[in-house]
């Protein structure tokens, strides 16, 4: 069982930046932060393997970047120039690698078997 602990969520305005922590009791191949804001599903952000090799979504690329600390266990994810439409709880989520080594369906919540309680960020305009 992989426990997985957030932190540095908070209320920032619009153009501001936050960075979140997630701390894993033991290192997991495949790792990601998900969100979800209210009466919305949750959407994967970004995902990262275990060589570092990251990846995210459309709506965040060139202001969330993901990286990991391999010898901490931790999970970053340092989101800047805020947008009110970032508005969610933020979860960290982990997942062993699949057969062959690799990170599947890596934005998929349903792939994570492995998830912290969330933190919440909020973004004013």
């Known amino acids: 069982q992989v426990r997985l602990v957030e932190s540095g969520g908070g209320s920032v305005q619009a153009g501001g930046s936050l960075k979140l922590s997630c701390v894993a009791s033991?290192?997991?191949?495949?790792m990601a932060w998900l969100r979800q804001a209210s009466a919305k599903a949750r959407e994967g952000v970004a995902a990262i393997d275990g060589s570092g090799n990251a990846a995210d979504v459309d709506s965040v690329k060139g202001r969330f970047t993901m990286s990991r600390d391999n010898a901490k266990n931790t999970l970053y994810l340092q989101m800047n120039n805020l947008e009110t439409e970032d508005t969610a709880m933020y979860y960290c989520?982990?997942?062993?690698?699949?057969?062959?080594?690799?990170?599947?369906?890596?934005?998929?919540?349903?792939?994570?078997?492995?998830w912290g309680r969330g933190t919440q960020v909020s973004v004013s305009s």
């Open positions: 989520a982990a997942e062993r690698a699949a057969a062959g080594g690799f990170c599947v369906r890596i934005f998929d919540e349903d792939n994570y078997t492995y």
């Open positions: 033991y290192s997991t191949y495949c």
